[in-house]
């Protein structure tokens, strides 16, 4: 044990320099206080209905009617409990809570990725430090993206361990790649694994041409086969993850629409559309961000303070200070980009975007092309719109792609290949820097390139331009909203300037960064300093640079106290009030918000709105044919909205509405209209009394059986239990009759049962569920099990069982070989 320690003693010391890092940065988190996360709270209102029941009955619903009228919970929060990576990231919360946990996490992962290349402990220290603080870990972080941030943290272990594997290991290199993507996988953002797919891709592609190239194919495929044999434990323990997932995608925004919507002549429309998916596309020139961070602006708003030109323009107007800053921020967007509206901006670090390009020029590693080539390919299909070329090929043809939004995430794949290159190239350096030819003009070039572009910005921000694309539409709004031309010009005016004046700042700061960073690497190559001074120097540049700038998003005002971190959402008066209603299971419409982009109204109620990136596709129709000309009070009526919150819009106070016609959870219609196809089903619901009539598909006539529907005379129907996966209904009725229940139709596990025996569901009123049910007196009960589950969770805990003997073997095997001496051949030996 003494050996092992003195062994690792440099590991282990840097380890403990990630410790004091993690707690220096996230210092109020070991003061009590948490992170106040927007999506987080968002999150909260989402799920809190599954951990009411959870916590009364002790087992996580399936399935919640907390939004959108009902949707899987498996989609919101479930815990996975036979899948073993569910266990790893809360026992690692328990030392660290988040988001302490994920930075470490950030830190360790990058470190080993490049131990596995060989890195001095050192050096890889200060790479982990690049990658780990890439500027949108932290606004992912601050965001509330949590699962996107693990995600991306899983990344760089991942990376490592497909490198094992083609460097020769057969034990290692898949166990900890099936650990980790198995990790990857269980975040639940499939968005960044599909992304790191594309990158590992790259790098299969270029390690088979080389393995072809120098005639080693054979042992390409033993390496390639190891890891598709730990890709496939890591998915078959997340199966409980993956296949409900997948099952129910299709039938969501992400899937085939089921209106008839043509987007080329010929062809239906599946997964998002390109338009939406494109929203959030990088602007081409904002990859200048990269070197300096504000040029583009930063984030849309709150970065204006009181010595900015905006807010000492609202001054001159006899504006009170603080009301002066709440108008600059409010009404003025520093952020000058392409995107509708953004929380902050790609930075890698000016030191590391100067040792990246001196990689591409001095490194001779062969992973040096796949880096470029999956940088590359990633950052055009970043572009999105604004580079169809690309993005349009991958987004018709490449499979599952158009399944995912906001392009411009691909970006966190730059954010770790970047780092790797530019830690590489100081590698380089030390190892052979003698042998580079022209080092020092290489060094010399690269240097004062990119110092001169930061000098060039720093000097003529106004070679930016400044301006976005829809700068006359933005100027014609403020002057409608000032009503007077000359102040709206003097407004811009200001605004521009305040632009220039960020983007030459943070110029000036990149010119810096740069020059300090050149200077430790050009006094090593001209034997001016050794090696440990260059490492120094260029780790506290990196740490500085990285940190400062992340702190002006990720900061102590950042977090809150505990006690108002578990009450995330304020109960109003209006929620009160409608709470006095005791009845089961009526929805609330609050219309004080967007109410199908928020989820805070479902903190209090079952809400018809809601807040999910993947919405059914019927819910989502509905909304879209339905709701375009205001509130359609039939569709209201027949979702059970018993209230509507609403807001004054003279004086901004809150108030309720009773709906009175609101159809409750279920009623019998006196007939059925049979119509053909999806598109004539949204029609008919235009001009229906949902109360008298269902509309119905006409290929489900034959669920009806033989049996006609009679009028419910005298009939009655009442929700008597109510669980958000278990309904149970009493009924009277005189004879046949067809209910319509205020439910959402999902046939991916729901079954009905009447006394006990299963009847079809048919699906009603495009998106409801219907059953034609017999005359006298019955119980009906609905109950969510989806098979996928059940069989789903089987698999996982099976899969997760061979991970856990895997890994112990690799430990096993490990020690055993550790432990063997070293035979000494009794043959004399000579010293040659």
Not at 755 to 773: F, N
Request: aromatic share 12%.
């Amino acid at each position: 044990m003494k050996n092992w320690f003195k062994e690792n003693q440099t590991h282990l010391f840097i380890i403990g320099i990630f410790l004091l890092i993690v707690v220096f940065y996230f210092t109020p988190v070991w003061q009590g206080k948490t992170l106040l996360q927007s999506d987080v709270m968002q999150a909260r209102g989402s799920q809190k209905e599954i951990f009411d029941f959870r916590e009364k009955d002790g087992n996580t619903p399936l399935w919640t009617n907390s939004m959108f009228g009902g949707m899987p919970t498996y989609q919101i929060w479930y815990d996975h409990a036979n899948n073993v990576a569910s266990y790893i990231g809360p026992a690692l919360r328990k030392a660290f809570p988040p988001p302490a946990d994920v930075l470490l996490l950030f830190l360790l992962g990058g470190y080993f990725l490049f131990s596995v290349l060989k890195i001095r402990p050192w050096l890889a220290a200060i790479g982990a430090v690049a990658l780990a603080f890439s500027s949108y870990n932290f606004m992912y972080i601050e965001a509330g993206h949590i699962n996107k941030a693990y995600a991306i943290a899983y990344m760089a272990p991942i990376i490592g361990a497909v490198i094992l594997c083609y460097r020769g290991s057969r034990l290692w290199g898949p166990a900890i790649l099936a650990l980790f993507l198995a990790l990857e996988i269980r975040s639940n953002h499939i968005q960044m694994t599909y992304y790191l797919f594309i990158a590992l891709l790259v790098l299969v592609g270029f390690e088979l041409y080389y393995a072809i190239r120098d005639k080693k194919l054979k042992n390409f495929l033993q390496a390639t086969s190891m890891q598709l044999i730990g890709v496939l434990v890591a998915v078959l323990v997340n199966a409980s993850v993956l296949f409900p997932t997948y099952e129910y995608s299709k039938l969501t925004i992400r899937g085939k629409a089921n209106i008839t919507k043509v987007t080329e002549p010929g062809k239906d429309a599946h997964g998002l559309d390109k338009e939406y998916a494109y929203a959030w596309s990088q602007g081409i020139g904002e990859t200048i961000t990269f070197l300096i961070p504000h040029a583009y602006g930063g984030k849309t708003s709150g970065l204006l303070d009181e010595e900015s030109n905006v807010v000492k323009t609202f001054s001159k107007m006899g504006i009170p200070a603080d009301q002066a800053l709440q108008y600059a921020n409010g009404l003025t967007p520093t952020y000058w980009g392409e995107k509708s509206f953004t929380q902050g901006t790609w930075y890698f670090g000016a030191g590391i975007i100067f040792l990246f390009i001196l990689g591409l020029v001095i490194v001779k590693d062969r992973l040096k092309w796949w880096i470029l080539a999956a940088t590359l390919l990633t950052i055009f299909l970043s572009f999105g719109r604004h580079f169809p070329l690309i993005s349009d090929l991958f987004f018709d043809y490449i499979p599952m792609y158009n399944k995912f939004r906001a392009v411009e995430s691909i970006l966190v794949i730059p954010s770790v290949l970047i780092p790797l290159l530019a830690i590489m190239a100081v590698h380089e350096i030390i190892t052979r820097g003698t042998e580079i030819v022209d080092l020092d003009k290489k060094v010399l070039y690269t240097g004062g390139a990119v110092a001169a572009i930061c000098l060039l910005i720093a000097l003529m921000p106004s070679l930016l331009n400044l301006r976005t694309s829809t700068h006359q539409e933005y100027v014609s709004m403020l002057q409608e909203r000032t009503g007077d031309q000359a102040l709206t010009t003097e407004i811009v005016n200001a605004l521009i300037k305040d632009r220039s004046a960020m983007a030459s700042a943070d110029a000036w700061r990149s010119f810096f960064i740069v020059a300090l960073t050149f200077g430790f690497v050009w006094a090593f190559i001209k034997k001016k300093a050794n090696v440990a001074i260059m490492l120094a120097g260029i780790g506290l540049i990196t740490l500085v640079d990285l940190w400062s700038f992340d702190k002006r998003y990720l900061n102590n005002t950042s977090f809150v106290d505990k006690d108002i971190y578990e009450r995330p959402i304020p109960e109003r008066e209006v929620d009160q009030l409608v709470h006095m209603d005791k009845d089961l299971s009526y929805r609330v419409l609050d219309l004080t918000t967007s109410p199908f982009q928020d989820a805070s109204a479902s903190y209090f109620h079952k809400s018809l709105g809601g807040y999910h990136a993947a919405k059914l596709m019927r819910f989502q129709e509905v909304i879209e044919n339905l709701f375009d000309n205001g509130l359609n009070e039939d569709v209201l009526d027949m979702m059970n909205v018993r209230y509507l919150i609403g807001k004054n819009p003279e004086n901004g106070s809150e108030n309720i509405q009773r709906r009175s016609s609101a159809l409750g959870n279920a009623w019998f219609v006196n007939n059925v209209k049979f119509v053909n196809g999806s598109n004539a089903e949204m029609e008919a619901m235009k001009t229906f009394d949902p109360k008298k009539e269902a509309i119905v598909n006409e290929g489900l006539k034959d669920l009806f059986g033989t049996v006609s529907i009679g009028q419910p005379v005298n009939s009655d129907i009442k929700l008597v239990s109510y669980h958000p996966d278990t309904m149970k209904y009493e009924y009277s009725a005189p004879n046949q009759v067809f209910a319509v229940f205020s439910e959402v139709f999902y046939d991916k596990g729901w079954k009905a049962y009447v006394d006990g025996e299963e009847v079809p569901i048919i699906r009603t009123d495009y998106l409801l569920r219907g059953l034609s049910l017999p005359g006298g007196n019955h119980k009906v009960e609905f109950v969510f099990a989806p098979n996928s589950m059940k069989i789903s969770n089987v698999i996982s805990l099976i899969a997760s069982i061979i991970l856990v003997l895997g890994f112990a073997g690799a430990i096993y095997i490990s020690l055993k070989h550790r432990g063997k001496s070293p035979q000494v051949s009794k043959a004399p030996q000579v010293v040659k």
